[in-house]
């Protein structure tokens, strides 16, 4: 995988997890999901949005 893939936008997320992107806006407001700020954009890193998928699926 190359390293640019690794950081995923909040579109780019949505596509990943087959959900809309106001769904990925609804978790960040309510810090249901691992991510970080550039600026005044999210970033996610995909290592742990599928570490945190792992681990909903398991609930």
């Known amino acids: 995988m190359k390293e640019e893939d690794k950081v995923?936008?909040?579109v780019e997320v949505a596509e990943y997890l087959h959900v809309h992107?106001?769904?990925?806006y609804r978790?960040?407001?309510r810090q249901e999901i691992p991510a970080f700020?550039?600026?005044?954009d999210w970033r996610f890193n995909?290592?742990?949005?599928d570490?945190?998928?792992?681990?909903r699926e398991k609930q």
């Open 37 to 40: 700020r550039v600026g005044s």
């Open 8 to 10: 995923l936008t909040v």
């Open 27 to 29: 978790l960040l407001r």
């Open 51 to 55: 570490a945190w998928r792992t681990a």
């Open 21 to 24: 992107p106001s769904t990925i």
């Open 46 to 49: 995909r290592e742990s949005i």
